[in-house]
């Protein structure tokens, strides 16, 4: 019997030739076009893939299957970022795109993201819809390709886009000193050209093709990058930037070389584009912010400094996406690295977000260790934030989700101010402090979020939630 196809909060992603295979990708991708006749009866779908192994012949077995299957297709003529693919989609006014990448994940994996005509993430509707019709059906025949088959480029119209996005001039002027690291991943051949064919010059490191990414993986965490922060110190760069497998997650480190953490780059990215794009005008009308609700505070506390408030939603890009296409927000963004803004895709862009780092960090001529240390100053506290993963057992993990569904009016000797369940558990405490447990859909593991004043106190908040979580298995006291 064939496993069953399960998207996560971005696609479904499995192992290479254990669940991901080329059996249940034909399943997955037949399911995916009876979805898209349901609603157009000649749909054009665009195919994308990342630099992963079999990503050009997993490829060319959709465009056999959605071709079969009365769907026009668009392939990619090369490995392409998510946030380009997205670009595309609208661009060229199609339903929908198929993108075969594992995003951050180890080399094992592969994975499949399915997008929508707006180009951003299927949401929940959609993807529950193409789950239920890929439960219903047998493998399909194994065919070829057409010969026809139409190839694609879509990094010149996506690269234009950047011109229009990010200031340029402010990068160029300061003379910054950039290094990119592309993780062996798709931000190769785009980040670093958008770079160079506006006279501007970077240092690029892992831009080839490597299967195995170093034998670590191309996620943008601190520990995967010494590479960078070898080639930032050899270089005396101003600022490091690194985009994961797909492009679509951001990494950055300062001058001095510190990982930055995402929810900070958020924070000043924000107060940076109200003032310099005009969305904080004088009248007060400031344009809100969007975040997930594992995310930084501070990033409310900078909407609060500019009379606006910010959106709350599930993790997930797809939710933060839905208010950029309604244009609701000037920037969205998670914890996990994951940036767009106000007119732009309603999809993670790592590329962008690592221009925008490049350019805020040239127009104000300080470091970015400097630029939220007065960022603090201006929102009168400090945000640290921090996460943990637990691994469970079967019988830990249940009573968790029991215990999790109680009254919590105290929490680790805590007053709790507010119990907020949008995606999990999260405890907002009288201080300005919060835990959120969240479990994962697909393994037996839970996250645990937490913020606090310093990063000693969220640590620990952190520490205590664990110790709390294994002691509540047992049977200890929720409070």
């Not at 506290?381 to 830990?396: A, D, M």
Request: aromatic letters at 8%.
């Amino acid at each position: 019997m064939s496993a069953p196809i399960k998207f996560g909060t971005s696609g479904w992603r499995a192992v290479i030739a254990d669940e991901f295979t080329f059996g249940n990708v034909r399943r997955a991708v037949a399911a995916i076009a009876d979805h898209v006749l349901s609603r157009n009866s000649r749909p054009r779908l665009l195919i994308g893939h990342d630099t992963r192994f079999f990503s050009e012949e997993f490829s060319l077995t959709a465009a056999a299957v959605l071709e079969h299957r009365g769907v026009s297709v668009l392939l990619c003529d090369a490995p392409a970022p998510t946030p380009a693919i997205a670009y595309e989609i609208r661009r060229r006014k199609l339903d929908g795109a198929i993108n075969f990448t594992a995003s951050h994940n180890p080399a094992p994996y592969h994975g499949l993201k399915f997008s929508g005509p707006d180009g951003g993430p299927a949401l929940p509707e959609v993807t529950e819809d193409i789950e239920t019709r890929a439960a219903k059906l047998t493998e399909p025949k194994r065919s070829e390709p057409p010969a026809g088959l139409q190839r694609v480029s879509v990094r010149e119209p996506y690269l234009k886009r950047l011109g229009e996005l990010a200031h340029f001039d402010s990068i160029r002027n300061a003379k910054l000193r950039i290094v990119y690291d592309a993780l062996h991943g798709c931000g190769g051949g785009y980040l670093d050209r958008a770079l160079t064919e506006r006279n501007i010059p970077s240092h690029t490191i892992r831009a080839n093709r490597d299967v195995l990414f170093d034998g670590t993986g191309p996620d943008v965490v601190e520990s995967n990058l010494a590479p960078l922060l070898r080639a930032l110190r050899e270089h005396e760069a101003n600022v490091g930037l690194a985009t994961d497998g797909d492009a679509d997650r951001f990494g950055i480190l300062d001058a001095d070389g510190a990982w930055f953490q995402p929810d900070h780059v958020l924070a000043l990215l924000y107060d940076y584009l109200l003032t310099t794009r005009g969305w904080a005008p004088s009248n007060g009308n400031a344009l809100p912010a969007a975040r997930s609700v594992a995310t930084s505070h501070l990033l409310d506390a900078v909407a609060k400094s500019y009379g606006t408030t910010v959106y709350q939603t599930p993790v997930g890009f797809k939710y933060i996406g839905e208010l950029i296409g309604q244009d609701k927000i000037a920037l969205g963004g998670e914890e996990s690295a994951g940036l767009s803004i106000r007119g732009h895709v309603p999809e993670k862009d790592g590329i962008l977000a690592c221009l925008l780092v490049a350019e805020m960090v040239a127009a104000r001529r300080a470091s970015l260790g400097e630029q939220l240390r007065d960022l603090f100053r201006r929102v009168g506290g400090e945000f640290w934030p921090l996460r943990i993963n637990l691994h469970l057992t079967e019988k830990v993990q249940a009573r968790t989700v029991e215990r999790l569904k109680g009254d919590f009016r105290k929490f680790l000797g805590r007053r709790v101010r507010r119990a907020d369940r949008t995606d999990g558990l999260k405890l907002e405490f009288e201080d300005g402090s919060w835990v959120l447990m969240r479990l994962s859909g697909t393994e037996p593991l839970l996250r645990v979020y937490t913020e606090a004043a310093t990063q000693e106190a969220s640590r620990q908040l952190g520490e205590q939630t664990r110790a709390w979580i294994f002691g509540a298995a047992a049977g200890g006291n929720a409070a």
